[in-house]
Structure formats: C-alpha cells, structure tokens
C-alpha cells in the first residue's frame, strides 16, 4: 500500500478517515489545515504581537515552530515566546534549556516567568504543604501569569498549543459538569466578547489530532523526546480522555463529531452567556479579571503559598 498522494510508503493513517499519508505529504497536509484554520477563523490579524505560550512539549513546539514558519518573515507581525517555569525539578528545568535552544534557532525573543520570582515559591516548594492535586493550584497560577505577563508584553493575541483532543475534552468535561458558561469561552479563538483584561486566545492546531500533532514534531525532528510532568494528577480529565479514546476505537470520527457539533452551537452559545460576562469583576488584591471579589490566585498566595 502507498500513500493516498504519491508512491512513497506510508508513515500515518489519519485519525478521521482511511487515508494514509507517507512523511511529505502528511507534513504539508498538517501544515495546510493549520493555515486554513488561521484563515478561516481569523486567528491572526495585521499588526498582531502573538506571544505564544511554550512548555517544551509537542504542541506548543509544533505551534511556535509554525507559526514562526507563517507568519514569521511579515514585518507588521512581531512574536514572542512565553513560558512558564513552575520550579519543577528535573522537569521544567530541563525543558527550559531545551526551549532556549529552540527559540534561539528560530529566532524568536524568549521570555521566562518563574513561580518563585512572582509568588514567592516555586511549585515543589508549594507542593510541601498543599496536599490537594497539584494540577489544581498548578492551572490556576499557570493561567494567571498566562494573561497577566501577556499583557504586560502588549500582547493582541495569546497562543496556545491545544489540539483536538483537548478541545473533545474540555467539552466533554463542561457537559458532564453541566459547566454551560465555561463551554461558551472555548472554541478556536476564545473568549465571549471583547474585554481588554482578556488577551483573546487563539488555537491554531484546533482541528488536528494529539496523534497528528505528535507525528508532526517527531516526523519534522522538532524534538526527539519529551517527557510527562511528574505532578501531573488530572484525574477527571484522564477520565474523560480514556472515554473519548475508548469511543473513538469503537466510532472511528467521535473526537472530530465532538468538536464539530460544538462548534455548530458555540455562537449561540456566546451569545446566551454574553449577558454574563459584564459580571467579570476585577480582583480587590490584583485587579486581575475574576468572577468573585478576590481571585483564585490570591486566595491561593493567601491561604497556600504565604502559609
Ligand atoms: S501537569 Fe499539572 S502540575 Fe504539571 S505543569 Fe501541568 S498543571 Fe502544573
Ligand atoms: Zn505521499
Ligand atoms: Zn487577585
């Protein structure tokens, strides 16, 4: 058997049909499908600054090595890196150094916010007295300092490395929390209506799979290992994650009719709880944007990390 587009041998059968493609041509399919989504849904616009959100893993690599590669050489768009370093040893040590590297090859400005220089603590620190599930504070500091240094870079645009099984997820996840609101803020480019305490986030590999995604690093040699954090306890996700996979074995296309039929309901979605988000307040401690008086990080830095 050769691939569906020429005569070399096959690396990959795609996840939502039964075509085969060998390395080229999977390559210029997965980079095709990332331009078509900036494209039709206007992910990127003139003037832009894109900070794009690094971890070391594939698909933050894959996003940045990309959208360096499209947009890159355009005067009116500048890009940076950001990633954050929770202080996670023999971890986000080791992916910094790799980041680095990468980012100096590409040329892309790096700029690295740690933990223990914002709040005080670095995660293994925090980890000493917090007994809850690591992801849990973990997300909320990560997501935090995300949109806040984001803006403090003067960023249009925030970029994150979420494929398409994240997204089937996440979906999932709302529904099976009956957490409606919080679905209305997912999509491609996310957020209800504009608010300039948000910095609008865009996904570019939204229609490609966590496979496809990973192919592509590995196939273009963008790294050559990656590893798991070590914390990493996200147990209803991974609930989530098996089901869908376990689904997708037995219907071949669910993660896909997942999303697609999400993203049919999403702008009735945005614009039901549109009413809503005038309800964002901003933060009496931090002035960030929250949906209480004080926000989850400063509960966290109060109850948690000074403790
Ligand atoms: S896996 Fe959890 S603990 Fe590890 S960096 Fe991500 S959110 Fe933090
Ligand atoms: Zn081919
Ligand atoms: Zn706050």
Do not use: W
């Amino acid at each position: 058997m050769s691939c569906k587009k020429c005569i070399e041998s096959p690396v990959i059968k795609l996840t939502n049909s039964p075509v085969s493609l060998c390395k080229s041509c999977f390559i210029k399919y997965f980079e095709k499908k990332v331009k078509k989504t900036i494209s039709d849904y206007k992910l990127i616009d003139k003037n832009d600054h894109i900070v794009i959100a690094v971890s070391g893993g594939k698909d933050s690599t894959s996003l940045l090595y990309l959208i360096k590669k499209i947009v890159g050489e355009r005067k009116d768009i500048k890009i940076t890196a950001l990633a954050i370093d929770e202080g996670i040893h023999n971890y986000r040590d080791e992916s910094l150094e790799f980041l680095k590297g990468f980012c100096k090859k590409l040329k892309v400005n790096l700029k690295i916010v740690s933990y223990k220089e914002e709040f005080g603590k670095s995660l293994d620190e925090i980890l000493k007295t917090y007994k809850g599930i690591p992801c849990s504070i973990c997300g909320v500091l990560r997501r935090y300092l995300l949109n806040k240094k984001a803006k403090e870079l003067k960023a249009t645009k925030l970029a994150t490395g979420h494929n398409l099984d994240d997204e089937a997820q996440s979906i999932m996840m709302n529904y099976c929390r009956n957490n409606m609101a919080i679905s209305a803020r997912l999509g491609p480019l996310t957020g209800i209506k504009k608010d300039e305490r948000f910095i609008p986030r865009i996904k570019p590999l939204y229609f490609l799979t966590e496979k496809e995604v990973t192919s592509y690093a590995f196939l273009k040699g963008l790294m050559d290992n990656f590893k798991e954090c070590p914390n990493s306890q996200q147990a209803y996700r991974n609930n989530i994650r098996e089901m869908i996979n376990d689904l997708e074995l037995k219907i071949p296309g669910t993660k896909h009719s997942i999303v697609n039929s999400f993203l049919e309901i999403l702008p009735l979605l945005k614009e039901e709880y549109s009413k809503d988000s005038k309800l964002i307040k901003s933060c009496l401690k931090c002035m960030e944007p929250c949906s209480q008086e004080i926000c989850k990080t400063c509960i966290y830095i109060e109850t948690v990390i000074k403790s």
